[in-house]
């Protein structure tokens, strides 16, 4: 019965000892309380059969008592729905260990506030009752990466980072936008162990499907640029990068005609040098799917569903 369980107390039984007749291509199940006729249905199954009419009517059967089970989170909202969810940490300083901005004289690291990305939209309804929602927002703060270390972690440190905004109650787990399987912390930053991931961002079609662009903005207004989980290198001066991409801010993407890259370069494999750069955070999370609504509509920012 997949998602629907329905228990029609006072007829299981008269069911299971129900009287069955065939005639012709027709099966009538008799009992005090029910009669079923299987050429109503494409079932032959009793139980699914009352499964097929009860979806096709929407209503419990007339005189009995049902009980349906609860919806997940992906039957009650929309694709583009907004959420009001606010991560339970204030205060977040990535380690030098992870970034390898060290928050010395060559790499002062910002501090971020997970609690001020309060709104998310709905980007992807799974299977199993949960939704995955993006960021509306990028973070205010921008966020360092440098050298070996970074380049290495780059992956997996964007994950961890992530992992700030999430909400116990609500949040089901989390990853930082674009990721997808790739390695999240290398050996070495040869690309025999470090491999370069191309120029793909994961999710960004279901992104543009909702808010029609990729680019995000801060809170307080005006175009923010964000880090995307892909690591890439510039062949041409051997020296690696990492890839941030918004729409009209870089060079077209070949053989894509929606994504725009800019490479940040954070290490020179040439010369050895330990360079930095910085974009800010947006942040996907899987929101739970027994999750309750307790009140909105989720059509705009202003009427955002708001949790129990």
Not at 67 to 77: A, H
Not at 84 to 103: A, D, F, R
Not at 139 to 153: A, D, H, Q, V
């Amino acid at each position: 019965m997949k998602k629907r369980i329905k228990q029609i107390i006072g007829v299981i039984i008269g069911i299971i000892i129900g009287i069955s007749t065939t005639v012709g291509a027709t099966t009538i199940f008799n009992s005090k309380d029910i009669t079923y006729s299987s050429d109503k249905t494409s079932k032959t199954n009793v139980k699914d059969s009352l499964d097929e009419l009860y979806n096709k009517t929407g209503k419990c059967p007339e005189g009995q008592y049902c009980y349906t089970e609860p919806l997940g989170l992906s039957d009650k909202v929309e694709l583009g729905d907004y959420i009001k969810m606010t991560p339970t940490s204030t205060s977040y300083t990535p380690p030098g260990e992870l970034t390898g901005c060290m928050n010395d004289a060559n790499c002062k690291q910002n501090t971020l506030n997970p609690s001020e990305l309060n709104l998310w939209r709905v980007i992807k309804k799974n299977k199993n009752g949960t939704v995955d929602a993006v960021s509306v927002y990028a973070s205010s703060e921008m966020i360092y990466f440098r050298g070996k270390t970074g380049y290495m972690n780059f992956i997996g440190a964007l994950n961890t980072i992530a992992a700030q905004y999430t909400n116990e109650k609500y949040v089901k787990s989390t990853r930082n936008i674009g990721y997808k399987n790739q390695i999240e912390y290398c050996t070495s930053y040869e690309e025999s162990s470090c491999p370069k991931d191309g120029r793909g961002a994961a999710g960004h079609d279901l992104i543009v499907n909702v808010f029609g662009t990729f680019v995000a903005e801060k809170k307080a207004g005006g175009i923010q640029r964000y880090w995307v989980s892909t690591r890439r290198g510039y062949e041409e001066s051997s020296a690696y990068g990492f890839g941030y991409w918004v729409e009209d801010a870089c060079p077209k993407d070949n053989g894509s005609s929606s994504l725009n890259l800019c490479g940040w370069r954070i290490y020179n494999t040439v010369d050895d040098k330990q360079s930095n750069s910085y974009s800010a955070i947006r942040p996907i999370v899987t929101l739970d799917s027994s999750i309750k609504i307790k009140s909105g509509d989720g059509k705009s920012i202003e009427t955002a569903y708001v949790l129990e």
